[in-house]
């Protein structure tokens, strides 16, 4: 039996440089297939990222899983204790309930394609880019919204630990 929600879906073409990509100082995030094109299920973020450049601080989701596709470049992260690099063709798994960080450290530009799930997550990137060098209390209710735990306290340690930059 068909479930009607699915039926009612529509397959997705999304060529490159739609969805109006964002960039937050070396972090990049270029939206691909988002909740309602899904069914909520899951979403696709592909995010590059400067060379050197640390993506976010040590978070820890309360909902969703991440997947990080590597296309092209290096990229670190750091899941629980465990510190890993990843090349080109390399999944990287950041599960929920687990602290976890990711940044490019080599030289040369780092692309991945983030998949979501559930979806809903994407959001966030959205919102985030809109109050970005804004407020800290509109971060503050984007984490609290999205559930969210961040360490903004570790970035300055993650910096100087990998040799990096935060946008």
């Known amino acids: 039996m068909v479930n009607s929600n699915k039926s009612e879906m529509k ?3 999304v060529y490159a440089g739609e969805k109006d990509p964002v960039e937050l100082g070396g972090f990049g995030i270029h939206w691909k297939i988002d909740d309602s094109e899904t069914g909520d299920r899951f979403s696709i973020v592909h995010h590059p990222i400067a060379p050197k450049t640390l ?12 997947y990080s596709f590597v296309i092209r470049g290096t990229l670190g992260a750091l ?11 390399t ?10 960080t990711f940044w490019n450290p080599g030289d040369t530009p ?39 735990e961040m360490d903004l306290e570790s970035i300055e340690g993650l910096c100087e630990r990998f040799d990096l930059k935060y946008p």
């Open 11 to 13: 397959p997705t073409v």
């Open 110 to 148: 780092c692309e991945i394609i983030e998949v979501i799930s559930p979806a809903g997550f994407e959001k966030f990137f959205r919102e985030i880019a809109n109050v970005w060098d804004g407020h800290d209390e509109d971060v503050v209710h984007l984490i609290e919204k999205y559930g969210l």
């Open 79 to 89: 899941l629980g204790d465990e510190v890993v690099e990843a090349g080109p063709g």
């Open 91 to 100: 999944w990287v798994h950041k599960p929920r309930h687990q602290w976890h």
């Open 55 to 66: 993506a976010a601080p040590l978070h820890y989701h309360h909902n969703e899983d991440e």
